[in-house]
């Protein structure tokens, strides 16, 4: 890293110093990834309620939805690691630009989609545009910010999702029930226009307010530049080994974080889809409602994102942490199928599932950087988001063919549930409960005097 030995010539800096320094990159950097990737997960979750209109104006099933819905998923697979290694390579700056651009542009087109193949190629290319953007994000707070504060500011930008879920729901019932009509457009396809084409806009704004590395940022002076060079030196130097590209493909301990990923896709997923049908066949018929309902489910979320994390860091844990939240989460989504279409506890449940749910996801991006290094890092959270996001594209499509089969969403919810589960196990029996502590790599925790390097 540029600056290196400059910073470790100079004095440690204080506790205090090292605070004020970082509450400043946080102000200038958080925001603006928050805003991107609240647009990121609108442009996800719109599909869910504009599916409301757009099946009967387009004649498409159940099956026709899921299996759109997950497509997006197959390119974004296939492109989430060689798009990471990109960002490396031309850094934050021109991958956001890039990305933010042409994923607006896309899901602004969607609302020209007539027929299942159509709808098919967009939602590819969608996943195409949109490859690499969260592991991005994620790549990048690790040029920022040492181990021991990362899970907090993870948590503060995905808190992003559970608030695109609180503002989408009702924002894109207003735009499909006042706006149906207008222009001889449908209701739904304002909602993808209006809800795509602001993202272009972000993609110049990142470009413009982000630096690539501290070393770069032009707000930053000398002084506070040191610090943050000393904190990631002093951090890296508890890491013992050196990650090479190759250690995130063989090492097994990845693919164990990739499947505790994955049934959390998978949870997360089900909300972002299918929330908006669960609720209508709860008996809310006006569009709407359906979106001020799903408020509930998603502010709940948010809190899991802000308290789980917080719990996490507080105590130093993160295995249990994961368990637990996914365990509760699953009993809760299952057991939305037996309260007799009972909107109240029906949605009761639903809440509680979020909680635990969305807030398991922000404590699970702290885990990754813990068990790569070096040059694996970059690949290594790639193969993670790569392999975890097929709950992606297995979700909605395993669902709306259940729906499509059945009649109903209940086969579909035991499947996630049990997902969420076998994240549960795995992270007991796949992760290392002295590995996974803060600020401490496996390396690290396996010293017999090995120090966290967390710091309050």
Known sequence: MSGGNQSRATPAASALEEDRVYRKITRRLVPIIFVAYLFAFLDRINIGYAQLQMKQALGFSDAVYG???????ISYL???VPSNLLFERIGARLTFLRIMVLWGLASAATMFVSTPLQFYVL????GAFEAGFFPGIILYLTWWYPSARRARVTGQFLFAMPIAGVLGGPLSGWIMSNLDGVASLGGWQWCFLLEGLPTVALGVLCYAMLANRPGDAKWLDTHEKNV????MAADEAQDAGH???????????????????FSAACGAYTFSFWLPTMI????????GHIG???MLPYAFGAAGMLLLPWSSDRRRERRWHLALAYVLGACALAATTLTGASLAVSLALLCVSAFFVFGAGAVFWAVPPTYLSGKALAPGIAVVSSLGVLGGLISPTLI????????????GLYVMSAVLVLGAVTCLVGLSARAVRVGMSPNAAAAPHGKSATTR
């Open 292 to 294: 001020w309902y799903s």
């Open 67 to 73: 299996f759109g819905a997950g497509v997006f998923f």
């Open 78 to 80: 296939l492109l989430e």
């Open 228 to 231: 943050v060079l000393s904190a």
């Open 400 to 411: 709306g063919f259940v729906k499509t089969v059945t009649g109903n969403l209940h086969n």
């Open 123 to 126: 939602r590819f290319l969608l």
């Open 280 to 287: 209508k066949a709860l008996g809310v018929q006006q569009i």
């Open 243 to 261: 990650g090479r590209l190759r250690d995130a493909f063989i090492d097994p301990r990845i693919y164990a974080i990739a499947l505790i990923y």
